[in-house]
């Protein structure tokens, strides 16, 4: 393994934490442990509960306390690229939105990550998908409060619960952008962004959904035609009356669907368990 380059990546693993929790929560920081002492500490040896798998590359998770004052405690999980070298591997931050969508029990267990969790509910299963094979991947529970993320001032959490998590991606990018030109040591090679079904803002987010869901022959003419007469898009928390009626017939018409995959198969739960709504309250 070529130490440098993966000194390399350890410090761009401390240095992603700093900024993001910087830019989530606008503190001052308190590290009283060295991050290369305390990233071999954190190293995982034995199997997870539930795995009867061997694996082929190591992984980190622990907590780092980014305010002593009030407790503010970010939990990380830090898997390494599978079957290679993985400092010849990039470095990939995952964040999952909400606010609340635990980055450990979404991004990795359920999506992206190499462990996932049976149908029983109690053993695991090797994702042959799973993102780690090309890359090393960097979940973060964010902000405090979502997963394993903490703090001892309940208030705290509070200052994190508005709807700014689909800005975090590419806001972050933009501090670390700025980071980068201001220093000449420690730089973090960016090389971009994902974002996925993103909040940016209301009406470019709800401005094409109608027109998908008719081009699509789930709603009528009709009730498209009404939508875009009665609906402004400008905001999901208060649509007006007639908007929300006609947002009723629409979500009846479009029937038991899953609206991000309208070709999948739908879970048949309860009446009340039924998907309506593609996005939001639209």
Known sequence: MANSNWSQIFLSINIIIIL???FTCNINF???TDPFLQQKRDRVDEPLPGQNFNINFKHYSGYITVNEDVGRTLFYWFIEADHVDPSSKPLLLWLNGGPGCSSIAYGEAEEIGPFHINSDGKTLYLNPYSWNKVANILYIDSPTGVGFSYSKNSS???NNGDKRTGHYVPQLSQVIVKHNSATKHNSINL????VGNALTDD???QLGIFQFMWSS???SDQTFKLLNLLCDF???EHPSKSCENILEIASNEMGNIDPYSIFTPPCHGSANQRVKRPHAQY
């Open 217 to 219: 022959g789930l709603i």
């Open 30 to 32: 308190a590290f009283g």
């Open 20 to 22: 993001a929790t910087f």
């Open 203 to 205: 009406f470019n987010d």
């Open 234 to 236: 400008q905001s999901v």
């Open 156 to 158: 705290d959490i509070l």
């Open 191 to 194: 090389k971009g962004y994902l």
